[in-house]
C-alpha cells in the first residue's frame, strides 16, 4: 500500500495520476499547507525539505521530490510503459527530460509563486517575478518542441513525462496564451486529459471551489 501526501493543486497530480494508471492501492493523506501543516514536525518527518508531494512505499519508507517519485513508481511497476527501465531504449532521454521539468519547469515555477525567497527589495522581487515568467514562456516553448506527433514526448508513446508537463500547464495564469504559443503541447494536454487516471487525480486536487 502507498501512501500519498498530497495538497490542492500541488505537485501531488502526477504522483496520484501514476497510482492510478498502474492501479497500484493507496491512501490519500491531506497536507493543509495553508495552516502550515507541511513545516510541522510531523510532516518534516516524512520530507525533511517540508515540500508536497511525499509518497510512502510499502517497505515503510517516504520519500520526497516528484523525479524520485516518478522514477521509484516506475521501478514498483514496470509492466505499466509510464517509465522505460534501463537499457530500453527511450530510457536516457526520459530521465533527461524529467530532470528538465523538475529543474528549469517546476523550479521556475516555484520562483515565479515566491519571488520573495530569491531577493530581498521590492523592486528585486518584482524583477525575480517578471524574469521567472520569462523563463517559464522559454521553458513551454521548448518543451513544445519535444513533442512528437503522436502527440506524447518520447518514441515509445505516452508515459509519465506527459503526467508531469500537463501538470505543469496546470499553474501558469494565462494557460490560454500557452497553449496558442504551445500547439503540441495543447494537443499532448488534450490527450492527457481524456485518460480517466488523471481525471481521477484532478477530481482530488482540484480545490473544492474549481469543482462547485
Ligand atoms: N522539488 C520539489 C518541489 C515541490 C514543491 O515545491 N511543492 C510545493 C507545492 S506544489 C511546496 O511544497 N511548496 C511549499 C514551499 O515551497 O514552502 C518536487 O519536485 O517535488
Not at 9 to 36: K, N, P, R, T, W
Not at 51 to 79: H, N, S, W
Not at 95 to 105: C, E, I, K, P, R
Request: negative net charge.
Amino acid at each position: 500500500m502507498f501512501k500519498l501526501y498530497w495538497e490542492y493543486m500541488a505537485g501531488s497530480i502526477v504522483a496520484q495520476a501514476m497510482l492510478e494508471e498502474m492501479g497500484a492501492e493507496y491512501q490519500l493523506f491531506h497536507v493543509d499547507m495553508e495552516a502550515g501543516e507541511h513545516r510541522q514536525e510531523e510532516y518534516l518527518m516524512l520530507n525533511p525539505l517540508g515540500r508536497v508531494p511525499a509518497l510512502g512505499l510499502p517497505d515503510g519508507k517516504t520519500i520526497g521530490e516528484t523525479a524520485a517519485i516518478v522514477v521509484c513508481l516506475g521501478e514498483y511497476f514496470p509492466q505499466s510503459m509510464l517509465v522505460p527501465q534501463p537499457g530500453e531504449k527511450d530510457r536516457a532521454r526520459f530521465l533527461f527530460l524529467l530532470n528538465v521539468m523538475a529543474t528549469s519547469g517546476y523550479l521556475t515555477i516555484a520562483r515565479w509563486n515566491h519571488p520573495e525567497r530569491y531577493a530581498l527589495e521590492p523592486d528585486a522581487i518584482r524583477q525575480v517575478e517578471a524574469k521567472s515568467a520569462t523563463e517559464l514562456d522559454a521553458f513551454f516553448k521548448t518543451m513544445d518542441r519535444q513533442i512528437s506527433s503522436q502527440p506524447y514526448m518520447l518514441e515509445q508513446g505516452f508515459s509519465a513525462l506527459d503526467i508531469y508537463l500537463t501538470m505543469l500547464t496546470e499553474w501558469p495564469d494565462d494557460r490560454k496564451a500557452l497553449f496558442q504559443a504551445c500547439p503540441s503541447i495543447k494537443r499532448m494536454v488534450e490527450a492527457v486529459n481524456e485518460r480517466p487516471a488523471y481525471q481521477k487525480a484532478m477530481q482530488t486536487h482540484h480545490l473544492p471551489e474549481m469543482a462547485a
